[in-house]
């Protein structure tokens, strides 16, 4: 299992080295205004992109038959074009969901469109891969996204322009490339040979028909958590109100990310064919050193994030940094829960899952409403949202390990 973890961290820490690296050149090439317009632009896609699948991505890494695992891939190919097609038909008719000050940005559906379909196919193709083991695959492919990706906001940046499109086109390029890599892998044991056998198909699905029911609304909840106040600041802020906060959670997410999905790949392939007495034991060594990795950069952050950014980025930059050291409590727990969540999605604690997150969204986003409307303060705003969420994933992690202590 470790050597699985490391392979998938090196790439991902590796892709988030290069993009924290490069941030302090994007930052002095880019203002806060062009963050915040690509933020609320890149929110819309990744709720999309969540959701895209309908959660049956993770049944091609549960289901033990080859053939049925890739009958389900290709079954979330057509469901990603299904959700492309949507959202981006809900950002035509709805302009509303994107406020009137980021339509500046040219193109928007099309931006929408093909980022959710990217996000949904490289979903599809790493769950394929994780499935077979090729975890060092996925690590390749995510890093060199992040490289061309950094390379396309610098060049075209400095050469074309710096605007809010070239920061979304750097970012679809950071998930088209790893899609082209894993596609000349995964893509060929995904062809249809022969005669398509769809009633199988749709048995598959019905089959794991739990995850779209329970599995898909947690999935939708979890992106919402985390994009909520992206809207919420478009709404009542400027545009560089939501640029400080999309750098400092840029900076606070992306090694998180890289640890959380190295992690939660190889933990679910682990955890779902340990016995059920070894589960809590496990559950517990793997919750306590996240914990200990993440606990001295947030603490760092905690204490000195206004005067890292301000060095680091520029003085512009100097409220986002404030903004990251109000988000450290929460970014530890976030990193702390990720091995709960598989333990939970392989018991099927589906139902939990799904009440535990529309509880957590509507208590954080009214503190965060709340927080706004009587301090008119965001930073006040954004400090109620990091502790209610931190206070929240302790309750969500003894409830993983009162559920593998007693099961």
Known sequence: MLKNILSLLLG???????????APLITRIYLPEEFGMMATVWAVIGLGGVVSCFAYERTIVLEHDKSNAQNLAVMCFYMVLFSAVSVSCLICFFEFFIYDKYFTIDYVVFFVFVGVLLFGIQKTLDFSATREKKFYLIAISILSGSVIGVLWKIVVGIWW???????LLGNLLGVAVPVILLWLYAGKGLQC???????????LLRRYSDFPKKQMPNAMLNALQQQAPVFLLAAYFSPEIVG??????????????ALSNAVSRVYLQRISRLAHEEVYNDLVRVTITLALLAAPGCALLFVFGEGLFTSLFGEKWADAGYMASLLAPWVLMVVAKVPTTQVLIVRRDLRYILVFNIIYLIVRVSALVVSIHITQDVFTAILVFSLVGFVANIIYVRRGIVVTKYA
């Open 12 to 22: 991902s820490a590796g892709a988030q080295l290069v993009a924290l690296l490069a």
């Open 161 to 167: 322009g710096a605007t809010a499109e070239v920061l």
């Open 244 to 257: 400080f906060y999309g750098l400092a959670t840029m900076v606070l997410l992306r090694p998180v990310s």
């Open 193 to 203: 040979k022969g005669r398509v056998d769809w009633p199988n198909r749709i048995g």
